[in-house]
């Protein structure tokens, strides 16, 4: 009897947590379609940090880490062309394929 009621109790946590990511994800404003369940998203969005990431091949490194508020690694890349460049390459991969985050840890949308 016991194993059921921590069973019981268990998935209304789970059922709450998956609740209030879609709530939280909702005001972000991604469609339904485009979610993945128990993933945040940040409200910065992929394809502004893509422009200003490209910024960096033209001598202007690290405004798309500027624009995910992670202000030491921005003047880092300003400081250091990106890195010579291998930063800003990485980071560009990194927005394509979805894995940068901002300065919360969210994946941006």
């Known amino acids: 009897m016991k194993d059921s009621v921590v069973n019981s109790s268990k998935g209304e946590k789970d059922q709450k947590d998956s609740n209030m ?29 893509l422009f200003l990431c490209c910024l960096g091949f033209i001598g202007i490194a690290g405004l ?11 003047i880092l890349y300003l400081l250091t062309l990106g ?23 969210l994946f941006l949308r």
């Open 21 to 49: 990511i879609k709530v939280l994800n909702n005001m972000t404003g991604i469609p339904e379609s485009h979610i993945e369940p128990n993933i945040l998203y940040s409200k910065k969005r992929k394809y502004i940090a």
């Open 64 to 74: 798309h880490r500027f624009y995910t508020r992670k202000k030491l690694l921005g």
């Open 83 to 105: 890195y010579l460049f291998v930063g800003t390459i990485m980071d560009l991969m990194s927005i394509i394929l979805g894995d940068f985050k901002d300065a919360d840890g």
